[in-house]
């Protein structure tokens, strides 16, 4: 290959998925479900196309006439086109059934009948696309629709072998077509009750799959957050951290980080003990949720220390929301145990700056509360800009 060639392949190359990607966009739409109902509607038109290639062999070795065999086989054609559009149109999604898996089914065992009745010494095979459409409706209906689409199969199968065998007994001879209807009658049942175990099933399953959702829903809450106080823990406001940093990066949202600590709470489990210690934990956990702005997030980071993110977004300023609730909780008992045992805190405040490392901001908040517990404690200090 020369060097020209080899550089013409290399430009085209990351084009060609491109392209097949935008085709098959544009055949099977680009939303997950959608494509997927019409992957499964291609896949089942198969029959169709089988049926349609019986018929040329029908007319190519004088089995049936040509007139009638083109009509049945563009009627058919136009059918699933009508399918087709209909999912790739969103049209089908008025319907409680947005696969539209029993008109088709239906459709498909009409026209199984009508190429039966139409394709003379031929017609015996079209027996394996009627269970084979069946066995196809099985994987997707409800036992009910089911049970119509099986009805539906012994009825306009047999009706067609009825009237066939009373006008064409010499390639439908009516001894060979009762012994085609019974194996009919004995297929349809089993299939019918396939659906049904397959329905019971699929139910099953769902269920399972939705306890196991909501369980590791529940884990993964589990995971997240401190269970004494119920505020999401340090590894998961770390998480919480990084996503608001990213968001600064792109100058989309500002924020503010407040590191708090409980004064003297080494006392407080030396003097009370420390279920009355776990007691303040709680109750101040509770207390500043509700003090603080529904935009607020709140963490227990480590011990009686809790690191709170004030997103710069009203109402009011995040260090007024701060020192209102150091100014409510300092008069407020927060143990049951203890009524009379009354607890401040003191909280450094900093202010993220754009282009900081995380950590950087979490540094200048604690000595901003280094600062606060050395100048006597119960009261904020704001790190310098």
């Not at 040509?66 to 790739?88: D, H, K, Q, T």
Request: net charge neutral; hydrophobic share 50%; glycine share 6%.
């Amino acid at each position: 290959m020369s060097v020209q060639s080899h550089a013409m392949a290399q430009q085209l190359a990351p084009e060609e998925p491109l392209l097949g990607n935008k085709i098959a966009t544009f055949f099977l739409t680009s939303l997950p479900e959608q494509r997927t109902r019409i992957v499964r509607s291609l896949w089942s038109a198969l029959v169709v196309v089988m049926c349609v290639g019986l018929i040329a062999y029908a007319i190519h070795t004088d089995l049936m006439e040509p007139v009638e065999g083109w009509a049945l086989s563009c009627a058919m054609i136009a059918s699933n086109l009508a399918f087709y559009m209909a999912l790739r149109t969103g049209f089908n999604l008025r319907f409680a059934d947005p696969a539209l898996t029993l008109p088709q089914v239906l459709a498909a065992l009409t026209w199984i009948a009508g190429c039966y009745g139409a394709t003379s010494e031929a017609h015996g095979g079209l027996l394996m696309f009627v269970a084979l459409v069946l066995v196809f409706g099985a994987f997707n209906l409800s036992p009910r629709r089911a049970r119509i689409t099986s009805l539906y199969a012994v009825v306009v199968m047999g009706m067609v072998m009825a009237i066939k065998s009373l006008h064409d007994p010499l390639r439908y001879q009516p001894r060979v077509e009762w012994a085609y209807f019974i194996f009919l009658v004995t297929m349809v049942p089993t299939v019918a009750v396939l659906a049904a175990h397959l329905h019971k099933m699929r139910q099953h399953l769902r269920g399972q799959t939705a306890d196991l959702v909501s369980a590791l829903a529940r884990i993964q809450d589990m995971a997240a957050r401190d269970p004494l106080t119920g505020l999401i823990n340090r590894r998961k406001m770390l998480d919480v951290l990084a996503q608001h940093a990213a968001l600064s990066q792109r100058e989309v949202l500002a924020f503010s980080l407040a590191y708090i600590d409980l004064d003297h709470f080494k006392q407080v489990n030396d003097s009370w003990g420390h279920r009355v210690g776990d007691e303040v934990l709680r109750g101040f956990a509770d207390e500043a949720q509700r003090l603080l702005r529904e935009t607020d997030v709140m963490a227990r980071w480590g011990g009686e220390e809790f690191l709170v993110l004030l997103p710069d977004l009203p109402p009011g300023s995040p260090i007024i929301a701060v020192e209102r609730m150091r100014s409510v909780l300092a008069g407020m008992g927060l143990s049951a145990s203890a009524p009379a045992l009354r607890m401040t805190f003191s909280a450094g405040i900093a202010v993220h700056r754009l282009g900081e490392t995380m950590d950087e901001t979490i540094e200048r908040a604690d000595k901003a509360l280094y600062q606060a517990k050395a100048s006597g404690r119960n009261q904020i200090v704001v790190a310098s800009a």
